[in-house]
């Protein structure tokens, strides 16, 4: 073995310097990831705050007394006034706010006027089903959509891009509710495939709860008898609601991937013989679905805040509609439950999507904190 | 080249086995499926309105039993007694009624219904309210209802008075407003089984649906009885006709629009059951704003209103006489009735002090609920404005209908309402919509405030002999039409949907149980096989 000449060495103690480097390059990356996360939690505390100051003062100001509509219009008014004074109805709206969050904080949103049940147990109850309906229809928005996108965009101008589009137009014209009650009429009158309302046929017993997704619960302890059944009630509902964003996600894919088809490391890439597939899915699809993942975040909280309607049409027993009933009846307690956890969904989401993009595209955080 | 046809022969076999756990579903034997609104509050001292005393009536058993023929009949009391002043009303109890946990009925269970009903004074309580100074419990099968004063249609009103299970409630009080008693069961008894009726709650999913079954141990014979009776929550039209084309839905409730009822009778084997019911529809006049505060503006109104128009809009009604339903005991069937006659309409409002000045008092209609009430409401403007009145329509929300009733002042000039006796008396009615004690509820937003029918309407309710009470009905509804503070508007029927083709009920062959919702029983359905 010959002894290390002096531009060996050279190059070595270059390469360890550069790993040095690299690793503290890194190790600022994910200390950086650290601190914005702690900072957009820090930001969330002020935006449920103020989320949860609007919602009560806004619940509180609209008219109708809801101690009346809680107990009918024939109940005694002496009754009435007794539940008042229990919920405080009847002191400044500041002191209503401070006992209501007090007891938020303490994680009670109090007892729901319609149904008698805590808000929270109500909640667990219904919420469920909606993040069940809400997944499923994530799931279909993503694959459908970007695999349309990336078609239409991989063969532009051809029929393939023809169809792709027109398969978003109709998406992004057609309410979920329409599209629901169309589908319900095929596919559970005409045709008779498919079960028309509620999550699980009548005789189903409904499997032993450990995440309340009954598709999930079901799988996990083998009941393979009730995941086909619970996934044929999801399959409408899910694409009813799924269809508006799988539109979006669609026309924004195929936009994001045809205008980085005209970079100049695709054209290279081509240039080099690597086949137009290994391009498309390596270099082409992670930039490309920035933008996608972008709106992922706000799609996802729609998808549960939507879906009122697609719950009434399929008598699918979820949130959204639990959340309709609160304000239909004025029920203060449900309303400001069901607002505060749609708050934290939406912030959430848009955290988890800035982590995603933050982990496909580090120069958009750069650029963010040389702005800043 | 293997590992292609093994994915291919995997994938084949995936989508089989969904095509083959496509067909069929496993459907009950014996099940009656009701589309209804939701939620029902299944607590007897909580909900009063169509379906939660649907549900009520399935799980609970009352003290009486009402006929088709407006009679009462034993039921959990074998028999009762009525002392001669119509201070005390004593029910001797059958022996040996269950609840569904096996505990027997005893006196002690009536007592306790009773005074958890009035305490939480929510439902149906203002029936007794005022009326039922104590519940005594006698022995182990007598109780005796003390009543404060004469209250003759007592009787009438216990087929709507549901027994519960003490010892149930006693054991799941929680801290509430009621004092001692914390919130009486109230949480408890909103998702549980605390009744004896003829059906018991088998699963209650409370977003859903609520799926009872036949109860065992009832001590009557309902073997013939539907084994389950399911109560599904959803009105959307939609669903409904894909449930009733599937034979999923048995019966749909009373809430669907003319046109979605022409589309379900065009199912094989679905028909439409219609009867008289007890409601009626009303506009309302609040006639303590002007120009309706003149007696002559409100009766230009009810001459110049087309009343066969609005009939012809909501199919099987007919107009109304007066401000009850002719189906109702002791309404007025030779009372006085308007007819549309813009001549004499005009003659009223020369007759009012605010003749020449009507453009200075533009008029509000409110409605909501409905289609066929906004048609009434945009009747009422077009008839108003044919002798000169204007009125304007505006659609509003269920809760500020209620909030807007409470005061004179924000009470709008019309309201569209419907409602109905809510036991088989004109009193029922004739209390509800217009005298003071209601005034400030969306039933009664005339603000009539009229101490002279308060009093009509007190002594008839102090009246213990029916034929006479019946008599002082027929003088207050008089007085009622002669004042015309509303348009009575439509004697308005019930129209349901039902699987004619293999069901057999009785409610849609004409034996209906008036006012208790007691047609919505299913032990008296039959389906057939």
Not at chain 1, 64 to 72: K, V
Not at chain 2, 443 to 471: G, S, Y
């Amino acid at each position: 073995m010959s002894p290390l000449t002096k531009e060996d060495k050279l190059l070595t103690k270059r390469k360890s310097l550069m790993t040095s480097f690299l690793s503290m390059v890194r190790l600022k990356m994910k200390d950086r990831r650290i601190i914005f996360i702690v900072k957009r939690l820090f930001h969330s505390v002020f935006v449920l705050w103020g989320l949860s100051v609007l919602i009560f003062v806004m619940s509180r100001i609209a008219p109708g007394d809801p101690a009346r509509m809680a107990l009918g219009t024939r109940a005694p008014e002496e009754v009435v006034e007794r539940l008042r004074i229990a919920m405080h109805y009847n002191e400044p709206i500041y002191t209503q706010y401070f006992y209501w969050f007090k007891s938020v904080l303490r994680g009670n949103f109090g007892v729901s006027l319609v149904t008698q049940h805590p808000v929270l147990e109500d909640i667990s109850q219904v919420f469920p089903a909606t993040l069940e309906l809400a997944i499923f229809a994530f799931i279909f928005m993503i694959v459908i959509g970007i695999t349309i996108g990336v078609l239409s965009a991989r063969y532009n101008n051809t029929w393939v891009d023809n169809l792709g589009r027109l398969a978003s137009y109709f998406g992004i014209v057609t309410p979920p509710f329409v599209f629901a009650t169309i589908g319900m009429l095929i596919f559970c009158y005409l045709l008779n495939v498919l079960p028309a309302m509620g999550r699980l046929s009548p005789g189903m017993i409904y499997p032993p709860k450990i995440t309340s997704l009954i598709t999930i619960d079901a799988l996990i302890q083998g009941n393979f008898k009730v995941f086909i059944d619970a996934l044929k009630h999801l399959i409408l509902p899910a694409v009813s609601l799924g269809l508006l964003g799988m539109a979006e996600e669609a026309r924004i894919t195929r936009a994001s991937v045809y205008n980085n088809m005209k970079k100049d490391y695709i054209a290279a890439a081509e240039s080099y013989g690597i086949p137009v597939r290994a391009i498309m899915f390596r270099d082409l699809l992670k930039p490309s679905l920035i933008a996608v993942i972008s709106i992922l975040g706000l799609e996802f909280g729609a998808l549960i805040a939507n879906a009122f309607l697609v719950e009434l049409i399929f008598n699918w027993p979820g949130f959204a509609r639990y959340g309709m009933n609160a304000m239909l009846q004025k029920d203060l307690n449900a309303i400001s439950g069901v607002v505060l956890i749609l708050g934290i969904i939406f912030v959430f989401s848009n955290i988890i999507v800035d982590l995603i993009v933050d982990f496909l595209d580090p120069r958009i955080h750069l650029i963010k904190e040389r702005n800043e | 080249m293997l590992n292609r046809k093994v994915k291919i022969l995997a994938i084949s076999l995936c989508l089989m086995g969904i095509l083959v756990s496509l067909t069929g579903l496993c459907v009950a034997s014996s099940i009656v499926r009701y589309s209804s609104d939701w939620p029902p509050s299944i607590d007897p001292a909580v909900g009063s309105e169509v379906e939660s005393t649907t549900a009520q009536v399935n799980l609970f058993d009352p003290l009486i039993f009402p006929d088709t023929e407006g009679n009462f009949l034993p039921h959990v009391a074998k028999s009762w007694d009525v002392s001669s002043d119509g201070l005390a009303y004593t029910f001797y109890l059958r022996p040996g009624v269950k609840f569904h946990n096996g505990s027997e009925l005893t006196a002690e269970d009536v007592k306790c219904s009773m005074d958890r009903l009035l305490t939480i004074g929510e439902g149906v309580a203002y029936l007794w309210l005022g009326n039922i100074k104590e519940t005594e419990v006698i022995d182990k099968y007598t109780v005796a209802f003390n009543m404060e004063k004469p209250f003759g249609p007592f009787i009438s009103t216990l087929p709507s008075f549901f027994i519960v299970n003490k010892g149930l409630i006693m054991e799941n009080i929680k801290p509430g407003i009621y004092g001692e008693m914390g919130d009486y069961g109230k949480e408890y008894v909103s998702t549980n089984d605390v009744g004896s009726g003829p059906y018991m709650i088998k699963d209650f999913r409370r977003a859903e649906y609520l799926l009872m079954e036949k109860n065992p141990d009832y001590f009557l014979d309902i073997s013939s009885a539907p084994d389950e009776f399911q109560m599904i929550g959803s009105t959307e039209p939609v669903l409904i006709k894909t449930l009733m084309a599937k034979q999923e839905l048995e019966m749909t409730n009373r809430w669907l629009s003319p046109e979605t009822l022409e589309s379900l009778a065009k199912i094989e084997g679905v028909e439409i059951a219609r009867w008289r019911s007890n409601s009626e529809d009303y506009i309302t006049m609040n006639i303590r704003k002007p120009p309706l505060d003149d007696i002559h503006v409100r009766r230009a109104l009810a001459w110049a209103f087309d009343y066969d128009v609005a009939v012809k809009l909501v199919p099987g009604s007919v107009q109304a006489r007066g401000p009850v339903p002719l189906t109702v005991p002791g309404s007025d069937s030779n009372g006085f009735q308007y007819y549309r006659n813009l001549e004499r309409a005009k003659l009223e409002l020369k007759q009012s002090k605010y003749y020449g000045h009507f453009d200075e008092y533009p008029m509000v209609c409110q409605w909501n609920d409905s289609p066929s009430q906004e048609k009434d409401a945009m009747l009422l403007m077009a008839n108003a404005a044919e002798i000169g009145l204007t009125v304007n329509v505006v659609e509003t929300t269920w809760s500020l209908i209620c909030s807007d009733s409470a005061s004179i002042e924000t009470t709008p000039h019309f309201h569209i309402v419907g409602d109905e006796a809510r036991y088989p008396e004109a009193g029922a009615l004739l209390q509800a919509r217009y005298h003071s004690v209601t005034a400030g509820t969306w039933e009664n937003t005339e603000w009539l405030l009229d101490p002279v029918f308060d009093e009509m309407i007190e002594d008839a309710f102090a009246t213990i002999d029916k034929e006479e009470r019946f008599a002082k009905y027929r003088e207050a509804s008089r007085y009622i039409v002669d004042l015309c503070p509303s348009i009575f508007l439509l004697e308005t029927p019930e129209c349901r949907a039902y699987q004619a083709a293999y069901m057999d009920w009785p409610a849609a062959k004409g034996e209906v149980i008036q006012g208790f919702k007691y047609d919505n029983c299913i032990r008296f359905i039959k389906l057939n096989p």
